[in-house]
Nanobody
Framework: QVQVSESGGGSAQAGGALRLSCEAS??????????IGWFREVPGKAREGVAT???????SYADSVKGRFTISKDNAKAIAYLQMNALKPEDTAIYYC????????????????????WGQGTQVTVSS
């Protein structure tokens, strides 16, 4: 069983920064390859993929966050981070971390269906 939990959400002014953390645990994470994704959701809209990173450290980003957000992962600690800089009010959302054993192919983009294990979400609010 894989467990995922996020932390680090909060409030920031536009132009500011926040860092989210994601801890993943479980047999599928401690043994072999795995990948992490960050998603966000606002009321009335579908959950949106933000960034992913695989076991080799290869990262992918949504166009809306490229150049502002950075995803990273400490494989030894099974902790992933989402550094969010130059925040905008439209970044306001509940952010979810997701994990899955195996290898990720992002040829089809950042998709929720590629992830089997999800955290509970953490609120990020950016004010103008």
């Amino acid at each position: 069983q894989v467990q995922v939990s996020e932390s680090g959400g909060g409030s920031a002014q536009a132009g500011g920064a926040l860092r989210l953390s994601c801890e993943a645990s479980g047999y599928g994470i401690t043994r072999g390859a795995y990948y992490i994704g960050w998603f966000r959701e606002v009321p009335g809209k579908a959950r949106e993929g933000v960034a992913t990173i695989d076991s080799d450290g290869l990262a992918s980003y949504a166009d809306s966050v490229k150049g502002r957000f950075t995803i990273s992962k400490d494989n030894a600690k099974a902790i992933a981070y989402l550094q969010m800089n130059a925040l905008k009010p439209e970044d306001t959302a509940i952010y979810y971390c997701a994990a899955n054993p195996g290898r990720l192919d992002t040829i089809f983009g950042i998709r929720t269906i590629d992830f089997g294990y999800w955290g509970q979400g953490t609120q990020v609010t950016v004010s103008s």
